[in-house]
């Protein structure tokens, strides 16, 4: 199995591709291809398969609460009728575009008490039923190449973040949160509401800004200073504490604007490991709302494979985990 990581940047494409060999190896390389020349190489592999994780601009998100009384038996077959009925109702009421990819069921509860599935139920059921639909250049793209990608079992498409959302809301029992992403280019937010997304939003403030910053104020090198070498110089710290406060103020600020301040943040990015930046990135957001900013890079639920993962490999991991 490969699976390639989109990083998206219109000036500078990269995917992160891992090789999965019967599970116990993973190799990892990154490309810097294009969307299009990514899904040709994908060609020299015809009998693997090839797993897309995609940034969430790809995608449109759906999600409708199933209220039901039922005296009989709830079967795959009204499943399948509620399914179909919502599914027109996102193309003709709700006007969307692009590809119908995938629906999900969860959020089960059958006379009010949680269950793991609906079939066969009955009595008073509730059930949270979700789409996602793929844009229309992406789905071209793909098609272009393998045709019809219904029907093709070597290829998955899904949102990068999908199974991380699963993870975090399984394991925390959490239903409303949001999860930020800080990469080299910029930074991406994602807002979970009632267990799905709920937007997405991106700000140009990434890891690339902050260097710009810390360069401005002359202590570039101390960008690659321990937090204890940084604190035996007083003044280092200082304007380093001092430009992590301008860049934190700024970065949540422009969060603001886009009506994402609020609950706990689960930030993915290289800079969690720089324990200054999460003392006055938190201590920021704190003045902002009274939720917290937690570095996510690791769970002990996690099987890493045998080596040690960077935060940026979350999503891949949690996939892997969890297929």
């Not at 609950?263 to 709302?289: A, Q, T």
């Not at 009274?290 to 570095?295: A, L």
């Amino acid at each position: 199995m490969q699976i390639r990581y989109e990083y998206l940047s219109e000036s500078y494409p990269r995917f992160w591709v891992y090789r999965i060999q019967e599970w116990e190896t993973i190799q990892q390389y990154i490309l810097h291809d294009n969307f299009s020349k990514i899904l040709d190489k994908t060609l020299e592999y015809p009998k693997q398969k090839h797993v897309f994780l995609l940034d969430e601009s790809r995608f449109s998100f759906f999600r409708f609460d199933i209220f039901l009384d039922k005296v009989e038996n709830f079967s795959i077959k009204n499943l399948q009728e509620i399914t179909e009925e919502k599914l027109n109702a996102i193309e003709h009421e709700h006007g969307a575009t692009g590809h119908f990819l995938a629906t999900y069921i969860d959020s089960i509860y059958v006379n009010w008490e949680e269950k793991t599935r609906i079939i066969w139920e009955s009595g008073s059921l509730f059930f949270r039923l979700y789409a996602i639909y793929i844009d229309s250049q992406s789905y071209n793209e793909f098609k272009s190449v393998y045709g019809s990608i219904n029907d093709n079992s070597n290829i998955k498409i899904l949102p990068q973040s999908f199974h991380t959302t699963l993870f975090l809301r399984n394991n925390l029992k959490r239903e409303n949160f949001n999860l930020l992403y800080i990469t080299e280019s910029g930074a991406k937010i994602i807002k979970i509401k009632n267990s799905f997304y709920d937007s997405v939003n991106v700000i140009n403030l990434g890891l690339n800004s902050l260097k710009q910053m810390y360069k401005d104020n002359g202590i570039s090198q101390y960008r690659y200073k321990s937090y204890e070498e940084i604190q035996q110089n007083a003044l280092a710290e200082n304007l380093v504490v001092e430009t992590l406060e301008f860049y934190s103020t700024l970065f949540f600020s422009r969060l603001e604007e886009q009506n994402c301040i609020w609950g706990d943040i689960f930030l993915i990015s290289p800079i969690v490991k720089n324990w200054h930046f999460m003392e006055v990135f938190n201590r920021k957001y704190r003045e902002y709302s009274e939720n917290y900013i937690v570095p996510f890079h690791h769970s002990d639920k996690l099987d890493t494979f045998d080596k040690t993962r960077e935060p940026e490999d979350m999503d891949t991991l949690i996939f892997l985990n969890r297929e």
